[in-house]
């Protein structure tokens, strides 16, 4: 009795187009990920373009930097390996879905001001800041 749920619920901006490729790969590997399938990865990551077709008239294609392949079978499963160790430095329970982020803390005592969830959002921000992903605002 008396407690109390603090909630904060995050959203990525471009999520699927922000993931950083040599980023992905470096965390493939460290899971473990070796050749030949990390050079598999590292091809179908590499040299993509896409462009944007508008009533039959075609943009120029543009090189593709970042970001996993949308309606691919792979690439909501890169995207959550990419994210996945986001709550590592976190101490809230963290709840990940897609491309959203949840973090919830219990809090015993009502007037507490103190809040943990305050560290794991500056967490979070370090994290974004070293992955290059960015968090909607709102």
């Given at each position: 009795m008396g407690k109390?749920?603090?909630?904060?619920?995050?959203?990525?901006?471009?999520?699927?187009?922000?993931?950083?490729?040599?980023?992905l790969l470096y965390k493939l590997k460290s899971?473990?990920?070796?050749?030949?399938?990390?050079?598999w990865f590292c091809s179908y990551l590499s040299?993509?373009?896409?462009?944007?077709?508008?009533?039959?008239?075609?943009?120029?294609?543009?090189?593709?930097?970042?970001g996993v392949p949308q309606g691919s079978v792979l690439g909501p499963l890169l995207f959550?390996?990419?994210?996945?160790?986001?709550?590592?430095?976190?101490?809230?329970?963290?709840?990940l879905y897609a491309d959203d982020t949840s973090l919830l803390e219990i809090v015993d005592n009502l007037s507490s001001f103190d809040s943990r969830l305050n560290e794991d959002l500056n967490s979070i921000n370090q994290w974004c800041m070293e992955w290059l992903m960015e968090l909607n605002p709102t």
């Open positions: 109390e749920a603090r909630m904060v619920f995050l959203d990525f901006s471009k999520a699927f187009d922000k993931v950083w490729h040599k980023g899971l473990g990920v070796k050749d030949p399938l990390l050079s040299d993509r373009k896409q462009r944007v077709v508008i009533e039959g008239q075609c943009s120029s294609w543009l090189s593709v930097e970042a959550l390996i990419y994210i996945n160790d986001i709550s590592s430095n976190i101490v809230s329970d963290c709840f």
